[in-house]
Every structure is written in structure tokens, then in C-alpha cells.
């Protein structure tokens, strides 16, 4: 497992890293101070809410407004 450090305002202090903040964000809600995360669950939840779950009972995609999934839930 690859952890990505987060400073306190969803930045990565490493040099060279991405913008993470939106996508941050968006899956976590606003910064309370440092953090780490896994960089899998980051990058899996922010393409979850940018391309949404396919529901084939519904015959479409639904897209979250937030991250409500169980698994995702827990790093909040």
C-alpha cells in the first residue's frame, strides 16, 4: 500500500506532485489538518464521483454529490 502524505490544506508536500486538492475535496470535504491517505482509495473515489456507478437496474450511471460509499466512509 502506497501512502500519500497531505498537508493541511489537501496539498502533498512532496516536490513534483499533483494538484490533489480538488479531488480531495470532493471525496474528503475540507482540510482539518494533516493527513495521510492510501493512493489507491484517492484515486478510486475521485474518479467514482467524476464518472459515476453504473446501475444497470436503472440502465444508466448515477453520480454522487459526495462519497456515501461505506468503504470511502471510514477515511473521513
Known amino acids: 500500500m502506497l501512502l500519500v502524505p497531505l498537508d493541511a490544506g489537501h496539498t502533498i508536500p512532496l516536490r513534483r506532485a499533483p494538484d490533489v486538492r480538488e479531488a480531495c475535496e470532493q471525496v ?28 444497470p437496474a436503472l440502465g444508466d450511471r448515477i453520480h454522487p454529490s459526495t462519497v456515501s460509499s461505506p468503504r470511502y466512509a471510514a477515511s473521513t
Do not use: F, I, M, S
Open 28 to 55: 474528503y470535504g475540507p482540510a482539518t489538518g494533516p493527513a495521510v491517505t492510501p493512493h489507491r482509495e484517492l484515486l478510486g473515489a475521485h474518479e467514482w464521483l467524476r464518472k459515476g456507478v453504473d446501475v
